[in-house]
């Protein structure tokens, strides 16, 4: 089993905080491979928050919004943690597609959960976890919600280690804590 | 104190999973008591799309939207498995009520509560975890949050056993998991 | 480090019952620091429920929409438990401030953090957590949440304990189970 961490939370748990602890508690190289598709001022602003607050130097940034499967084939490697960077954006880039390979979204998910199984190095994932509010008015939106649902089952059931952040701080879900 | 456990879990956590596999766990009859009122199309969908994914065969299935106390009182027995699938839509079903007996959601619930003490057999209960998110615009679906987590807050001092799934795993909140 | 809990929860997950227990459970003074502001009569009957059912008797009220670091600074001592009910409702009162000291909430924000390291007695702090839900649509939503986040993030990082309360019963996230 390749060593993948899910670490799921809230908006502003401390997510992303989090898993990039996992990643600088290593040595080696660290990507950042994120999912982000900067279409707004709001968004551009998050961004660079992030940036700003990452928990350690040194950082190789790549840019994925779609193609996130071939991004961590090309860019996993045994001596290096790769950090995604959500995975609930790249569904929402997915789903946001009209045509193409990636509008399908299920073929997608299910190849990006295949390719966990054997991927050399360490891999963190982060997603938000969406599904503990009421019930959204708008159809996409509960679309969206049960996919995210379902890419996290899929995921935790292939991982050895799936933690949901509370302010900050990790509960483990699967698996001992690193 | 009866052999009651609540599964907790937001939309798409595998709740129904999970709350299946105790009951496929065990030898003796499984009966499933569906509180889904199908009124439109996506509910038919998620409906049969429960029924496509359940952990296991042979089933006896139950629909009862309302009279969900006597339903248990009449199902539930020593050499059976009973999964209530889910709290949720049957306190949407009564808080749709305009007059008669179900209408007084209270009374129905406290009902509920109360019959759980003495119910043979095993029963599993399902119901989505709502009130994580934002504070709901509408006040029938505040109305409805609170509602929905008085009732968790009553039967989880009731019962012996309450677990919150997260992306389909058990995290313990009540007892040991099984 | 001072004696502090914080209590995360959602919507009639149990948070403020759970909370007065902890105050409840010791001998000495009993201090109830509310944040609500009343502004409608759906906010009235909450209160007042609240009152209704707390988990003992014996609290003076001490109402402070808007200085809470001042309302702690007053009241905590150490032979009393104070309970603050709640700081999402001090949050919202913070951010609905057009201009004053108040209205600056960062600042307010890390007032209160840096507060909670040198006061007397038990504190118990009591947080709604609204970010486990869809993205809300409205900008001020997600402001809101991410204040909250932020909040929470920076007491957790400070105290000795963090609940979070499902469906009445809690979850240790930090420390033990008092």
């Known amino acids: 089993m390749a060593d993948v961490t899910l670490v799921l939370g809230g908006a502003r748990s401390g997510k992303s905080r989090y898993a990039e602890g996992l990643v600088c508690a ?4 660290r990507i950042y491979v994120a999912t982000a598709r900067v279409w707004d001022e709001e968004m551009a602003e998050r961004v660079a928050q992030h940036r700003r607050d990452r928990a350690c130097a040194g950082w190789e940034t ?6 996130l499967t071939g991004a ?3 860019h996993a490697a045994a ?52 599904g503990l509010g009421i019930v959204p008015d ?6 969206f ?25 990790p509960l ?4 001992e804590l690193p």
């Open 172 to 175: 483990a879900v699967k698996g």
């Open 79 to 130: 001596d290096a943690g790769v950090l995604v960077d959500c995975l609930t954006l790249w569904l929402t880039n997915l789903m946001m597609e009209e045509s193409g390979p990636h509008a399908d979204v299920e073929a997608r998910v299910a190849g990006l959960v295949a390719a966990l199984d054997d991927l050399p190095g360490r891999i963190v994932l982060v997603s938000n976890e969406v």
């Open 145 to 169: 919600r049960d996919q995210a649902g379902r890419l996290h089952q899929a995921i935790a059931a292939r991982v050895p280690r799936v933690v949901l952040t509370v302010a900050g701080l």
């Open 138 to 143: 708008n159809a996409l939106a509960r679309r």
């Open 62 to 67: 790549v840019e994925e919004p779609l193609d």
């Open 72 to 74: 961590l084939r090309r």
């Open 26 to 29: 290593r040595p080696g190289r």
